[in-house]
């Protein structure tokens, strides 16, 4: 156990501790974050996939998903011929039971899949095949050669949820409309100060706090951090102190000094509850993107186009955090029916802001042939 020192540090840099050298230190060190990783040659099986369309599939792999679980799986039946499935030894039974933040996240692979494939020359035909949330077959995907759909793909690479650095300005009436684009009467935005923007800062505080005290979700979290290099590189998922927004002393703290399961220890939910509180009042406000229709279909549906904002929000320099817990807690779903009417059906909670500095991204992913295998 790294205890008394492991304390001291995580009491000081919780409260703004300055270790003078550390610095230098610190960036000596090689941390496991996406551009320092080249991810070790694809020992991809012959005939699986063509060179594009392993492509296609690294690009689909870069889309966000909660914790970054990366619930996906590709049976390729033959180079052309896929079937997306969900990985379910990826899912988030304490947090979403139901495997809703699964299916989106699904959703923006398939939106990812879909961009990357026509900007390379190809046309994903899509066919959602799965019936209840529990299916383990999604999707059957054929790619054809087809016209070319022009898309900057650096745009997927360069897109990342960022924690921290918000400005407090509200969003601009342009680009309110920019990002509501896809989402055409499944979007509402609530600026800062707003009635509705307050109810839902105190409400995702409040449900944060419900869920850091609930063992099951808080262990869960645990199972998915990734604080050590070793352990990142060997995974390539899960969170890291960076994408967790724990930058800088803070995050070379954490890395050195604690081990995953100090995550559980009453004081550090604490300073988890604490410091997201804190964000939760920071930026221009909340977005909230309401489901479509058609069940499971309706789901992927919602996660691909929130996922067509998400790419456009990287444009215009404007974070998108979605902060769910509202959603997976019995207490703010609860605090979101007193506050709107019953047939609205919120997906995704985003707390958004303009930047300075758009991040590089820093989330791990695993190399395409980890996910793929013959169908
Ligand atoms: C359905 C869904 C739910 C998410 N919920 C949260 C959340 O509650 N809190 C949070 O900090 N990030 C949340 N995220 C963001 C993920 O943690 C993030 O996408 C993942 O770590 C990969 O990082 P990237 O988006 O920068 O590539 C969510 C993402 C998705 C798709």
Known sequence: MKTTRKEFITQGLYGGLALTGVTALMSACAWARRGSIRNEQE???????SGEGAEILRY???APSGHNTQPWKIKAVSPEEWILCADHSRRLPAVDPENRELLL??????????????????????????????????????????????YPLERLSRRSTVKQGFLDRELSGADV???????????????KGSRHARCISEGTAEAFRAQAMRDDGQRELVQWLRLS??????????????????????GWAVRTFMDPEDFLTPANRQRGIDMTSRLTSEGAGWIIITGYPGG????????????????????????????????????????????????????????????????????????????????
Request: aromatic fraction near 6%.
């Open 177 to 191: 409309r920019y990002l509501s684009e896809s989402l055409q009467g499944h979007f509402a935005y609530f600026p």
């Open 43 to 49: 020992s991809m099986p012959r005939g699986l996939l």
């Open 60 to 62: 689909a792999s870069l």
């Open 296 to 375: 499971v279909a309706g789901i992927i549906e919602t996660g691909r186009r929130f996922q067509r904002m998400a790419l456009l929000a990287r444009e215009r320099m404007i974070a998108i955090h979605p902060m769910t817990q509202m959603l997976e807690e019995p207490s703010g779903r609860q605090a979101l029916a007193v506050n709107h009417s019953g047939n609205v059906d919120p997906q995704f909670i985003l707390r958004v802001g303009y930047l300075d500095r758009y991040p590089e991204p820093v989330s791990l992913r695993r190399p395409v042939s980890w996910f793929v295998e013959r169908g």
């Open 229 to 250: 290099s070793g352990h990142a590189r060997r995974r390539m998922d899960g969170l890291t102190t960076e994408s967790m927004g724990m930058t800088g002393i803070a």
């Open 105 to 150: 996240s699904l959703g923006a692979f398939l939106e990812n899949l879909s961009i990357a494939a026509g900007s390379l020359g190809y046309a994903a035909d899509i066919r959602i095949t799965a019936r209840t949330p529990q299916d383990t077959e999604i999707a059957r995907i054929s790619i054809r050669r087809g016209t070319a759909r022009p």
